[in-house]
């Protein structure tokens, strides 16, 4: 784990709780991501096209290390069904200390630059 390494949030939405799972369980499969939680039945109400919208959504939360974050937001990028997805990294500040060494523990560290994996 890289030393100076952060934990972060990513939220995004999704047109519904399925598309949201079928994109998060990949993240976390792959370790990009510890966990995701997703918040189905939100009302987003924003402009499109110069049309006002109102959709019903699901919210994912992606927590993931900050090291990981340009990965992940591009794998939910070109995985989502929206043409401009919302994709925010938020820092976490504080928490559990336990919890964040588990979060560290459960995503993959980046290899760093020039060097081969090690076993």
């Known amino acids: 784990m890289q030393e100076n390494d952060k934990s972060v949030l990513i939220y ?10 079928a ?6 499969e792959r370790r990009l991501a510890a966990c995701i939680n997703i918040l189905p039945g939100m ?8 049309a006002i919208v109102r959709d019903s959504e699901a919210v ?17 990028k070109t995985r989502h069904p929206y043409t401009n997805p919302a994709l925010v990294v938020l820092p976490i500040t504080d928490g559990s200390a336990d919890y964040m060494r588990w979060l560290m523990g459960e995503t993959t560290a980046p290899e760093p ?7």
Do not use: H, N
């Not at 994109?23 to 976390?28: C, F, Q």
């Open 23 to 28: 994109v998060g369980r990949e993240l976390v």
């Open 60 to 76: 994912m939360i992606i927590k993931t290390r900050e090291s990981l974050s340009g990965r992940v937001i591009d794998e939910v």
């Open 113 to 119: 630059a020039g060097e081969p994996p090690q076993d």
């Open 43 to 50: 009302t987003s109400i924003y402009r499109w096209e110069s």
């Open 12 to 21: 995004s939405t999704f047109p519904s709780p399925e598309a949201a799972e």
